[in-house]
């Protein structure tokens, strides 16, 4: 009996690794004769992972591509639609977090940010919704974050390019409706992949000095966000068994949460409780609080 998949075409961003090198390896083992297209910005990890798909079975086209750049986004679409004629779905996996006070980031990180989390997928998509229009009907998956639906303290960056993406999927999925063209969001909590440990390097490069900003205490906290999180992080072969489901539903749900316990949390945060209550217990969670009573005693011994 032959999979939903067989013969499809899925392009995945990010595929290098974490969730999107993950899910190729998924759909490879899972699907006889699925055709992939992956795509990040080093070609040596694009490779491996590509050795992997193929000695599984499946026909992989690698490209390397920078989705913070639009232009390489478009040629991107051009290539794959050259090599195999078609994109049946497409997985915008590609994306980081940008870290660090807003008040500290450079302007120029900022730019980065979106383009890479918003503009980037957003250009591939427009280069792809036409041919899967003239085909009859196609897949649209947007990884976004529970930090796409929820806003955290030293996250404002990453929040709003994920808040942004959800706003465009939302968009998206009214207005391709008529054309068979279906958009879902994937929203993953915790994840034990790289993310955190380059969300610290970006902080990093974006703050110089932190330890002499008013934000130190925060800034320190971020780097024992990983340990905080591990006991309900998820592996990246759990959320890309999500997008799977995703990709296959015949009628595929706007959002699917992929996160522990994460429906309840947006529950509770978003309809529950109140704003401020909210407030205190992200600002106690991301060491806000501790950079408050610095701030006070700081103040108290100035004057």
């Given amino acids: 009996m032959s999979h939903p998949l067989t013969s499809q075409v899925v392009l995945i961003t990010g595929a290098s690794a974490g969730i999107g090198a993950a899910l190729a390896r998924l759909l490879a083992d899972r699907v006889q004769g699925i055709r992939l297209v992956l795509t990040a910005r080093t070609a040596a990890k694009l490779e491996a992972v ?3 798909c193929r000695d599984a079975g499946a026909d992989v086209l690698v490209v390397a591509a920078d989705m913070g750049q639009s232009e390489q ?21 590609a994306g980081y977090g ?3 006070p807003l008040e500290l980031v450079p302007i120029e990180f900022c730019h980065r940010q979106f383009e890479v989390n918003l503009l980037g997928p957003l250009a591939l998509t427009q280069s792809l919704i036409p041919q899967m229009r003239d085909r009859g009907g196609g897949r649209i998956i947007n990884i976004s974050s529970i930090g796409g639906r929820l806003a955290f303290p030293i996250g404002g960056l ?23 063209i279906k958009v879902s969001v994937v929203e ?3 994840v034990s992949t790289e993310f955190i440990g380059v969300a610290g390097e970006h902080a990093k490069q974006a703050i110089v000095d932190p330890d002499m900003t008013p934000y130190r ?17 998820w592996t ?18 706007p959002r699917y ?24 217990f992200w600002q106690k969670f991301y060491g806000i609080d501790l950079m408050a009573k610095e701030w006070m005693q700081k103040q108290g011994v100035e004057r």
């Fill in 188 to 190: 993953p909590g915790p």
């Fill in 257 to 280: 949460v992929a996160a522990t316990g994460g429906d309840f949390l947006l529950f509770i945060m978003r309809k529950v409780l109140p704003t401020r209550v909210v407030d205190k």
């Fill in 50 to 52: 590509a050795a992997y």
């Fill in 158 to 180: 990453y929040s709003a390019s994920k808040f942004a993406l959800e706003a465009l999927s939302d968009v998206l999925r009214m207005e391709l409706e008529p054309f068979n």
């Fill in 73 to 93: 986004a478009i040629a991107l679409a051009e290539k794959a639609l050259s090599h195999f004629g078609q994109v049946d779905i497409l997985v915008n996996n």
């Fill in 236 to 253: 990246s072969e759990q959320v890309a068994a999500v997008i799977i489901k995703a990709m296959t539903a015949p009628n595929p749900r």
């Fill in 217 to 233: 205490a925060a800034i320190k906290k971020l780097e024992g966000l990983e340990q905080q999180t591990s006991t309900n992080a």
């Fill in 98 to 100: 940008q870290m660090g």
